[in-house]
């Protein structure tokens, strides 16, 4: 039975091949919406061409694809979607919510306190720019006020963007949309009920959740799965050269997936459908850490 009360998403952006760690995300951001009947999409998120891998796209695709993930709808490329993310920058300049920034990396790190993601910006901007200056960025003006998150399996997260962030920014310097107001544009606009995703991704979370006050756009509900660390306790990423998950193996993959979310399949339960099955009748987040997870 589908539970139009649910929908949920794996975006996974192109800059590299899934891993362990986007994997596992996959797998559990799968397992919450399917368990409670509801809809799993997939978006891609290549608004940033610079860092991106050509191929990668339809590489993950085809990963997925492979390991019996299956999706509802089309898959949604951020990369068409660029008049979405241009009416919502309007309708914040607008309101009187978003501002044109000439500062550049250097002056905002010369000025910035470190912040919990990056350097504070400084608010140099926002009572206009100085002379002889051009708007490079366009900022969203922030509160100075407590920002509750109540997450399913991270509890209660808090920040204040005026001491922790700054004003967010909403088109880069460089022209690309920044990922807090896709982001947000995105799940509103496809209907997105819960955000199953990385806990890499709470930091970022007030800041989305400002956004989507700021456009008068629903709240979806969150939860922030473990991220999965190397053995230095290093975040799998590209950065930390985490290989690349290939389509050998993938029943042993996939089981690890699992194992990694705290749902171990028994020993006689074998193929990638038969684990699939397990996991969906026994899939239940009370299991899952929240803390970070060694592979
Ligand atoms: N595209 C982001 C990433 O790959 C994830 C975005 C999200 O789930 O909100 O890290």
Not at 21 to 33: M, R
Not at 143 to 163: F, I, K, M, S, V
């Amino acid at each position: 039975m589908i539970n139009t009360a649910y929908r949920g998403r794996f975006a996974p952006s192109p800059t590299g091949l899934l891993h362990a760690g986007s994997l596992t995300t996959a797998v559990g951001s799968y397992l919450e919406a399917r368990s409670r009947g509801g809809e799993w999409w997939v978006r891609m998120e290549d608004l940033d061409p610079p860092r991106e891998v050509p191929g990668a796209a339809d590489a993950i695709l085809h990963t997925l694809e492979a390991f019996g993930f299956q999706w509802d709808g089309e898959i949604v490329y951020q990369s068409r979607r660029h008049a979405l993310y241009r009416a919502a920058l309007q309708q914040l300049i607008e309101n009187g919510r978003a501002y044109p920034c000439a500062c550049t990396r250097k002056e905002i790190a010369a000025a910035a306190a470190r912040g919990v993601d990056g350097p504070v910006y400084p608010g140099t901007c926002r009572r206009g720019l100085p002379a002889g200056r051009e708007g490079r960025a366009w900022r969203l003006r922030v509160e100075d006020r407590e920002l509750l998150l109540q997450d399913r399996l991270q509890g209660e997260y808090r920040q204040n963007l005026a001491h922790d962030t700054g004003d967010v920014v909403l088109l880069r310097a460089d022209g690309f949309w920044a990922y807090q107001l896709a982001v947000v544009v995105d799940d509103a606009e496809q209907g997105m009920t819960d955000i199953v995703r990385g806990a890499d991704l709470l930091v970022s979370t007030p800041r989305q959740l400002w956004v989507q006050q700021c456009l008068g756009l629903p709240k979806p509900g969150y939860c922030h799965l473990p991220v999965m660390v190397n053995a230095d306790g290093e975040k799998l990423s590209k950065q930390t050269l985490a290989p690349a998950i290939g389509e050998a193996d993938i029943d042993s993959q996939l089981r690890l997936a699992l194992i990694r979310l705290g749902h171990r399949p028994p020993a006689d339960c074998h193929g990638r459908d038969e684990l699939w099955q397990w996991a969906l009748a026994h899939w239940s987040l009370s299991r899952v850490s929240s803390g970070p997870v060694t592979v």
